[in-house]
């Protein structure tokens, strides 16, 4: 079974003051990875992960973040916001989103953010987002930084969760961003980025190392179409992680030194010295430091033997959305034989809600702890409130082993909040 950053005796201690279901998330661990990181690529002058913000909106983990230097993807007002109260403000926001709404562009602008265009259209529509649009980019062409999302379509193969990129709805084909970096450069602006995000839990480095390719290549040939100088390319997000027993965790360095050969080929050959390599990673950051504890609340015994915890689909959706895999660990029961197969569920009226389907597991009791590994991304933040669940705290495990709260539990209080009784 996984190792765990806690035993049971430290959980008896923690679930006293925060009782279960509550996500929690090792400090030291994610400090270590985005050290492992940085490191990797420190070969690239100017390197910068902008943490995806989605996967784990906290403040806090997002300030732990940033000590390493690390900006903030965002893709919607309330995660704006967030980057903002964590001081994360001008080129420290990459501000990739889709379908965004007038008032959204405009807060970036506000921001100082790398503006990500996600349409050829939405250069037209920043005329209208943005009050003085025409007259503020001629202005302020030394800090205003515009970048486009590329889409391969057919060019680039498949991904799981992301799917074929021809399908996906993001991103510009290659002639609607030479038209528009062309158009954005008419209208005075000189810095530029290149981004595209083509892979989602992908654990193959190569697929990565080939999107890194594809971009310097890119950025080579719409420089040579247009004239812009590209500053950076941004290679998105989408790093996996081994959330199966036997899978293999990103090499970093090793990906690193695949992107940096490319880079010697495609990019100093080509004369762009200087061009800065972004990612937007959530997943492979805050992913497998975080954990969502829960413990037994009933063993059934019908067709199958059935385990229902007091944590449910709400808190982690990942299984129940996308059949994902997450290890289970049992805490005080790590060396027991794995004797029983169960059926781990929450308690929505939904069949899919299930952690896991026919998992070999030590017998388990009511009150054992069942603790779900790999939650730290796109965990508690997927979590909803259907069937009148509330959402779990999150905590955070700090390096001398104390326990803070950075996220309370939601009360019934705040799923009434915004329903008005007037009348009823
Ligand atoms: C979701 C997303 C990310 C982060 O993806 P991970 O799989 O968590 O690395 C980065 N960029 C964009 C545009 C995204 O939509």
Partial sequence: MRPLPFDKAKLDEIAAKWPTPFHI??????????KRLKKAFSWNKGFREYFAVKATPNPHLMKLLKEFGFGSD????????LAERVGNTGDLIMFTSNDTPAEEFRRAWDLGAVINLDDTTHWD?????????????????????????YNPGPLKGG???????????????????VECYAKMKEAGVTRF?????????????????????????????????????????????????????????????????????????????????????????????????GYLVSRVRHIKNTYRLYAGLDACMSNLMR????GAYHEIVVPGK???ATTSVYDVTGSLCENNDKFAVQRLLPVLERGDYVVICDAGAHGHSMGFQYNGKLRSAELLLEEDGSVREIRRAETLDDYFATLDFTGI
């Fill in 25 to 34: 998330y090792d400090a030291r661990a994610i400090r270590e990875n985005a």
């Fill in 74 to 81: 965002c893709s919607s007002m309330a995660e704006l916001e």
């Fill in 125 to 149: 529509f920043l005329y209208e987002a943005i009050p003085s649009f025409a007259a503020k980019v001629r202005e302020e062409t030394d800090r205003r930084i515009f970048c486009c999302r």
């Fill in 159 to 177: 991904n799981a969760i992301i799917g074929k990129p021809e399908e996906a709805k993001y991103g510009f084909t290659r002639e609607q961003a």
């Fill in 193 to 289: 980025g290149l981004h595209t995000m083509v892979a989602s839990n992908e654990l193959d480095p190569e697929y990565i190392i080939d999107t890194a390719r594809m971009l310097f290549s890119l950025a080579a040939s719409i420089h040579d179409a247009t004239g812009v100088d590209f500053e950076f390319v941004n290679i998105g997000g989408g790093i996996g992680i081994p959330y199966k027993p036997g899978q293999k965790a990103m090499d970093f360095q090793y990906l690193s030194d695949g992107i940096r050969r490319a880079y010697a080929e495609d990019v100093e050959k080509a004369g762009m010295k200087g061009l800065k390599l972004y990612m937007e990673c959530g997943r492979c950051i805050t992913g497998p430091y």
């Fill in 319 to 322: 299984p129940g959305m996308y």
């Fill in 334 to 336: 790590e060396n027991s």
